[in-house]
């Protein structure tokens, strides 16, 4: 099977919500946290409606932004992984990394935060919000100098579930600026 990384383009915004759901469900639920299936379904639940849809529509929206990047994983013509970057004025941030599942631990992830490396440069720290509990995620940032900033809660509206619940974030910094 190929897989191709490439620049994502606005159409893709219904496959990347696809593989958000796909990874959420997988890597979210915690017992230890209150944190069910349920919880993560029902936030997903709205892509159904004709306000989800519409948010998703307005995902577009961000293609036109020059300071946001959007990288896709792609095989057979089928979205397995994404990653996202924002460029902000005191430092960069990725905003989202997910793959499938099915797809994890076959480099993926590193090639696209690679992608996201280059685009963002090297002038400014590299901010990233991961759930506190996600092992996986947070060791793998790891391997690419990331450090726990001590920053964490909710981090970011994406973490706030339709139930009132949370999923706890750390914060972690890659040091890039010249200090």
């Known amino acids: 099977m190929k897989i191709t990384i490439r620049k994502s383009v606005p159409d893709d915004v219904y496959g990347i919500r696809d593989v958000q759901e796909a990874t959420w469900l997988k890597t979210y639920p915690n017992s230890n946290e209150g944190i069910t299936v349920e919880d ?9 409606t004709p306000e989800g849809k519409k948010k998703i529509e307005e995902r577009k929206k961000k293609y036109n932004d020059k300071n946001t990047g959007i990288w896709i994983a792609e095989a057979e013509g089928e979205i397995i992984g994404f990653c996202s970057a924002i460029r902000e004025t005191k430092h960069n941030r990725i905003g989202s ?5 099915a797809f994890q631990r076959k480099d993926l992830g590193k090639q696209l935060i690679k992608k996201a490396f280059s685009w963002l440069g090297d002038k400014k720290d590299i901010l990233i919000n991961v759930a506190r509990y996600n092992k996986q995620a947070i060791n793998f940032y790891e ?3 990331f450090v726990k900033t001590g920053k964490r809660g909710t981090l970011d509206n994406a973490a706030k579930l339709p139930s009132g619940k949370f999923i706890p974030e750390i914060e972690l910094v890659k040091n890039c600026s010249k200090k």
Do not use: N, S, W
């Open 40 to 48: 993560i379904k029902e936030k997903f639940k709205i892509d159904e």
């Open 97 to 101: 990394i997910y793959v499938l599942p």
């Open 143 to 145: 391997k690419f100098g």
